[in-house]
């Protein structure tokens, strides 16, 4: 599956903005999804999974109720909701397929996100 990644800009300090992935392909609903995200000089990291269904997430501690992954699999589209943005989440954010749910696929262009405080 192919995924581009959009919606990324500039928000003040405790705003929000929402992520979305489109993706191609026939099997969009056979892959688990996810959102990394990196920052200059560190390693991209996960910060949410969604499953096939839809029905079951994971969040790192660092977002956790104040991040919401969704998918939409009729349009083949998975999306970040982001609330109460912190300067230290400025990064480039990318969305990713996984094969299982902790198999990697394949990743997205990402999209810059930046948080100004």
């Known amino acids: 599956v192919q995924l581009q990644a959009c919606g990324g800009g500039l928000v003040q300090a405790g705003g929000s903005l929402r992520l979305s992935c489109a993706a191609s392909?026939?099997?969009?609903?056979?892959?688990?999804m996810g959102w990394f995200r990196q920052t200059p000089g560190k390693e991209r990291d996960v910060i949410a999974k969604?499953?096939?269904?839809?029905?079951?997430?994971y969040y790192a501690d660092s977002v956790k109720g104040r991040f919401t992954i969704s998918r939409d699999n009729a349009k083949k589209m998975v999306y970040l909701q982001m609330n109460s943005l912190k300067p230290e989440e400025t990064a480039v954010y990318y969305c990713?397929?996984?094969?299982?749910?902790?198999?990697?696929?394949?990743w997205g262009q990402g999209t810059q996100v930046t948080v100004s405080s």
């Open positions: 990713a397929s996984f094969s299982s749910w902790s198999v990697l696929d394949n």
């Open positions: 392909g026939r099997t969009f609903s056979s892959y688990v």
């Open positions: 969604i499953n096939r269904s839809g029905d079951s997430t």
